[in-house]
């Protein structure tokens, strides 16, 4: 159980009882109706009166999320590093051998701010990388830039093999390609924005969606090189079996 729905479920149950005690002191739907059930179950009353404080003041239900959140956590994190490991088998299947710390895994959530105050950005939450310190730049693109982006855009999985685009060196070749390809084919990047991302040419994206199906955030995959052997292999697989726990715990356990 999410945060949110606990939150939820202690609302709802604290708005029924008030509405029964609302009811009940104006007769609604009759006091015929309520002297009845009083008379049946002289006791009601009392324990309305004792949910309403219980549920107003304790929220037992966000209560017992809150406290089972950390041994949640820690299992979360313990499947997050299973996963991530089997990514590093395979990584370390790719010719030449990837750099240590090269392979990154990435969770990213849907946030409003103040400059996409309705569609919001997608914020990377969490990124693990076999490195002391998983330094990544700073990237926060909308829906429909970078690959990311346009794993939103679509709602779907995204595999983006960039080494394609290595032959761009210039500005002016980045625009004379993007113009002939569409924008699609540079991930409606702009040059200052592929120039910030350009080195990672290997990209694996899954959507995480909530029980509607609607895009939420998602999961990211990427390395230096090493396309074919990475998509060849359950990286994900693997990725979307991750995405599913998020969808349940909305993101309160990464």
Request: with cysteine; charged share 20%; aromatic share 10%.
């Amino acid at each position: 159980m999410g945060r949110r729905t606990a939150k939820a479920y202690d609302k709802l149950i604290l708005m029924a009882a008030g509405i029964a005690l609302a009811g009940k002191a104006n007769g609604v739907p009759s006091t015929q109706f309520w002297n009845s059930i009083v008379t049946a179950q002289p006791y009601v009353p009392l324990g309305l009166l004792v949910v309403v404080g219980l549920f107003g003041a304790l929220s037992p239900f966000e209560w017992w999320q809150a406290r089972s959140l950390p041994d949640q956590k820690t299992t979360m994190r313990r499947r997050i590093l299973t996963s991530f490991g089997r990514m590093l088998e395979v990584g370390g299947q790719v010719e030449p051998p990837l750099r240590t710390g090269d392979l990154a895994l990435h969770f990213w959530k849907v946030q409003r701010t103040w400059r996409h105050p309705v569609s919001g950005v997608l914020r990377r939450l969490s990124t693990y990388r076999m490195s002391s310190s998983p330094q990544t730049r700073a990237f926060a693109p909308p829906k429909g830039v970078g690959a990311v982006g346009l794993c939103w855009l679509h709602n779907r999985e995204v595999k983006i093999d960039a080494a394609g685009l290595d032959a761009i060196t210039t500005q002016a070749e980045f625009d004379t390609y993007r113009a002939e390809h569409g924008a699609e084919a540079v991930m409606n990047l702009d040059w200052a924005e592929f120039e910030l991302v350009r080195h990672r040419k290997a990209l694996f994206v899954v959507p995480i969606r909530n029980s509607q199906s609607r895009f939420i955030g998602c999961i990211s995959l990427d390395a230096e090189r090493g396309f074919s052997t990475l998509d060849e292999s359950d990286v994900v697989e693997e990725m979307n079996a991750l995405s599913m726990s998020m969808s349940r715990d909305e993101f309160d356990l990464v």
